[in-house]
Nanobody, 128 residues
Framework: EIQLVESGGGSVQAGGSLRLSCVASGFSFDPDMGWYRQAPGEECELIASIESEGDTYYSDSVKGRFTISQDKARNTVSLQMKSLKPEGTTLYYC???????????????????????WGQGTQVTVSS
């Protein structure tokens, strides 16, 4: 059974930092993985992804502030978030893809959509 278990969410003041982690289990290969977020009333947003070979993507909203990394030995993907903003307050979801997708396609996925694997979501709250 494939599982993604997230940790590291919490509350922080604007300008602060948090680190999210996602441990993947049940895969027979190294999947492409990423982080999405969806604020109430907003669309699902792919904010960062990392391919199994190490290529990364960042949305314009987090570029320069967030860093995604992977530890294949521990089946873990992490998201280091710095200079957090109040508009970043929402649930963050870890994602793993059963097969490779283009960034174009990943950006159009629905959070918790059926053809990707998802974590349970971890809350990040940034106070002003």
């Amino acid at each position: 059974e494939i599982q993604l278990v997230e940790s590291g969410g919490g509350s922080v003041q604007a300008g602060g930092s948090l680190r999210l982690s996602c441990v993947a289990s049940g895969f027979s290969f190294d999947p492409d993985m990423g982080w999405y977020r969806q604020a109430p009333g907003e669309e699902c947003e792919l904010i960062a992804s990392i391919e199994s070979e190490g290529d990364t993507y960042y949305s314009d909203s987090v570029k320069g502030r967030f860093t995604i990394s992977q530890d294949k030995a521990r089946n873990t993907v992490s998201l280091q978030m710095k200079s957090l903003k109040p508009e970043g307050t929402t649930l963050y979801y870890c994602m793993a893809a059963q097969r490779p997708y283009s960034i174009y396609t990943l950006r159009r996925k629905t959070c918790n959509g059926g053809d990707l694997h998802w974590g349970q979501g971890t809350q990040v709250t940034v106070s002003s």
